[in-house]
């Protein structure tokens, strides 16, 4: 009887000691995910993630203000660089910078984006609209501000040659009882679609 009192002891001791064990690794893993939750909202005010409305709104007109005082320049020479564009168009007034846009190898796409450091010149750059560059002529026009979210719905267009995909389920043909043995298989003509 004795044996079998320690032996309930001892279990009973076991389990406490792997309890509080237990309990130690879970204070650790709470203690570890809110300093990760912490370090995630540092990250993310660093980053400008979290942001409230008023500054969104800020922004937004700080942008539109900036694209009021932009032009865009197209047919640009792929050898042209920046420091030639901002000659070109030195004479309009002052410019802040020249953003000639690459593709992800670095090469450039043809055009740029000319920001001044007064409204007015703008007026005066729109002039320069088909002058030439490289002997190439410029398509200068007004920079539009891009608004987040008003993005064109484009449709999917059916790839030619996976077959035409009608919007109905596909419906196979009534079964057809003949008494004369096997109904030939037949299958519904494909609809022919110049225009995709």
């Known amino acids: 009887m004795e044996g079998d009192v320690d032996m309930a002891a001892a279990v009973e001791d076991g389990a406490a000691v792997e309890l509080d064990d237990m309990k130690k690794r879970l204070k650790e893993m709470e203690d570890e995910a809110s300093a990760l ?5 540092k990250v993310e005010q660093e980053m400008g993630a979290v942001q409230d409305p008023s ?11 900036v694209d009021a005082r ?13 420091e030639e564009v901002q000659q070109h168009f030195q004479s309009c007034g002052t410019v802040n910078r020249v953003t000639i846009r690459t593709n992800k190898f ?3 796409k043809g055009y740029a984006y000319v920001e001044f450091l007064e409204p007015e010149a ?8 088909e002058s030439e560059l490289h002997g190439r002529q410029l398509k200068v026009s007004g920079k539009r501000t891009n608004v987040p979210g008003m993005k064109q719905f484009r449709p999917r267009r059916p790839i030619p040659h996976m077959g035409y995909r009608s919007r109905t389920p596909f419906m ?6 003949s008494p004369y043995g ?10 022919y679609s110049p225009y995709f």
Do not use: H, W
């Open 37 to 41: 939750r912490e370090m995630q909202t």
């Open 55 to 65: 500054a969104a709104a800020a922004n937004q007109t700080n942008r539109e203000e």
């Open 70 to 82: 932009s032009i865009f320049v197209g047919n640009v020479d792929y050898a042209c660089t920046p």
């Open 106 to 108: 670095g090469q450039p």
């Open 122 to 129: 703008v007026e005066q750059a729109l002039l320069l609209n």
């Open 172 to 177: 196979p043909a009534p079964f057809l009882y």
């Open 182 to 191: 096997k109904v030939p298989r037949f299958r519904m003509p494909m609809r």
